[in-house]
T-cell receptor
Framework: AQSVTQLGSHVSVSEGALVLLRCNYSSSVPPYLFWYVQYPNQGLQLLLKYTSAATLVKGINGFEAEFKKSETSFHLTKPSAHMSDAAEYFCALTGAGRRALTFGSGTRLQVQP | DTAVSQTPKYLVTQMGNDKSIKCEQNLGHDTMYWYKQDSKKFLKIMFSYNNKELIINETVPNRFSPKSPDKAHLNLHINSLELGDSAVYFC?????????????FGPGTRLTVL
């Protein structure tokens, strides 16, 4: 069975500080990994995805994530947080013939002025 | 120009009622999905259709019945609503049913069962 674990349900950073949101996965086959962002009362928007082309993936809004097979991780980073980055972030995967996204429990990012 | 749209955005109803949520995508995608987000924000797949054919049917009470009249539409009908059905329901679509295909989400329908 596949699973996604997001460490830290809430992360708070100061504006301009590094953002690091953690995601670890479990999969019997090489997975495809995704980060989605959900702003309040909105749907989910894709930030970036890993499809085995490159281990360092760059996404929208200055976010990037690195796939580390040895650590089964796909952590999301951004060098400098903006107030507008405050949202819920979800890590998800597909794989092993399972087309639907398996989501982690989400991390709420707060950005302090 | 909304890519994936859902109606209604909010739905408040009494226990025991039957309700439907509609979803339409104008992206020309072949695959559509229904996800449920519970009160703790956890998202879980319910159903998926590819070219009007059901390809994913998770362990969901049979009070929930999806219907896909064409590739651009996937509706969700819920019979005999229960308190535990209160959640946000998201429709999504992807180009095909490939594992790496990006899924595009609608704005969600917040269902409240009283």
């Amino acid at each position: 069975a596949q699973s996604v674990t997001q460490l830290g349900s809430h992360v708070s950073v100061s504006e301009g500080a590094l953002v690091l949101l953690r995601c670890n996965y479990s999969s019997s086959v090489p997975p495809y990994l995704f980060w989605y962002v959900q702003y309040p009362n909105q749907g989910l928007q894709l930030l970036l995805k890993y499809t085995s082309a490159a281990t360092l993936v760059k996404g929208i809004n200055g976010f990037e994530a690195e796939f580390k097979k040895s650590e089964t991780s796909f952590h999301l980073t951004k060098p400098s947080a903006h107030m507008s980055d405050a949202a819920e972030y979800f890590c998800a995967l597909t794989g092993a013939g399972r087309r639907a996204l398996t989501f982690g429990s989400g991390t709420r990012l707060q950005v302090q002025p | 120009d909304t890519a994936v749209s859902q109606t209604p955005k909010y739905l408040v109803t009494q226990m025991g009622n039957d309700k439907s949520i509609k979803c339409e995508q104008n992206l020309g995608h072949d695959t559509m999905y229904w996800y449920k987000q519970d009160s703790k924000k956890f998202l879980k797949i319910m159903f998926s259709y590819n070219n009007k054919e059901l390809i994913i049917n998770e362990t969901v009470p049979n009070r929930f019945s999806p219907k896909s009249p064409d590739k651009a539409h996937l509706n969700l009908h819920i019979n005999s609503l229960e308190l535990g059905d209160s959640a946000v329901y998201f429709c999504a679509s992807s180009q095909e049913a490939g594992l790496s295909d990006t899924q595009y989400f609608g704005p969600g329908t917040r269902l409240t069962v009283l």
